[in-house]
């Protein structure tokens, strides 16, 4: 019976993190449009993807997480219950912040990560009110925010932000051109005279 309890609370504090996730980004990152800390650090990271917020300010955040979180999570399921769910929270937390890094940084070697980064991408390319879940779909499909993410258009100035998908040339790679496209404004004007004349 005790396993059973564990399994419980690790799904929970796998799913408590994953709609803290969604909530952070989406209302309180978003919707908050720069009135607070936490969304003026994130528009930063969407003005410039490889702007992440410093290390100090996410260990202070998740630590006042914590500070709530296990003690309720304790008076409700005792002790040896709630300090789990609270290190499956921490723990998905922990892996949230490696896996998004990553999805920027560097190229996919599993079919998650080329989700993962397509997803997460479309997100800061194409539709910055959609797809709020960075590692999983679960809460924008409850919320209605998830969209399917298509081919990715990358604008041309920010190819900066995601070194691993384009070669020495500036060109989406071969593994990522069925996915992924670079937005050259050149391209928009040609196919406007083009479609003119």
């Known amino acids: 019976m005790i396993i059973v309890y564990l399994a419980a609370s690790t799904i ?5 993190w994953s709609f803290s ?3 952070l980004h989406n209302w309180y990152g978003h919707r908050a449009k720069g009135r607070n800390r936490f969304s003026r650090q994130h528009l930063k990271h969407h003005t410039n993807g ?4 410093p290390a100090i300010e996410k260990a202070i955040a998740a630590s006042l997480a914590l500070a709530v979180a296990m003690p309720a999570a304790i008076w409700i399921a005792g002790p040896l219950y709630g300090l789990w769910y609270a ?6 937390y922990l892996a949230y912040e490696w896996f998004h890094r990553r999805c920027h940084t560097h190229a996919p070697s599993s079919r998650y990560g080329a989700w993962l980064r397509q997803h997460h991408l479309h997100h800061h390319y194409t539709r910055p009110k959609e797809n709020h879940g960075v590692t ?3 809460w924008d499909l409850v919320f209605g925010t998830l969209t399917p993410s298509g081919i990715v258009r990358v604008p041309e100035r920010k190819i900066f932000e995601v070194p691993w998908l384009v070669d020495e040339n500036n060109e989406v790679r071969p593994e990522f051109a069925e ?3 670079i937005a050259r404004p050149h391209q928009k004007k040609n196919a406007t005279a083009s479609e003119a004349a």
Request: hydrophobic letters at 45%; aromatic letters at 20%; zero cysteines.
């Open 12 to 16: 929970l504090g796998i799913l408590s």
């Open 21 to 23: 996730e969604y909530a």
């Open 50 to 53: 490889q702007y992440f917020a």
């Open 87 to 92: 290190g499956a929270f921490a723990s998905t």
């Open 136 to 138: 999983s779909p679960i």
């Open 179 to 181: 996915n992924y496209v």
